[in-house]
């Protein structure tokens, strides 16, 4: 998704418009609360991080990201 919608700022890669937690979960087959678990705790080890205004989310380590979930395969 960073790769299709993401552009590229100083703080990291920017999703302006981000699908919705049900959209997100029926993309990758699981449920909407696994889906905000997840996304809360990739926010709190700090890979990701809301948008002030708008529904977008901030990649601020898209490469840590990444090696996050190679580590889980």
């Known amino acids: 998704m960073a790769e299709i919608k993401g552009e590229t700022s100083e703080e990291g890669v920017v999703i302006r418009e981000m699908p919705t937690h049900q959209e997100f979960a029926s993309r990758i087959s699981t449920n909407r609360e ?13 890979y990701l991080s809301r948008m ?13 990201l990444r090696a996050s979930i190679e580590c889980k395969d």
């Not at 696994?34 to 809360?40: F, G, H, K, P, R």
């Not at 002030?52 to 840590?64: A, H, R, S, T, V």
């Open 52 to 64: 002030e205004k708008g529904k977008g989310l901030n990649i601020n380590d898209l490469e840590g």
């Open 34 to 46: 696994a889906v905000n678990t997840e996304l809360n705790r990739l926010m709190k080890v700090g």
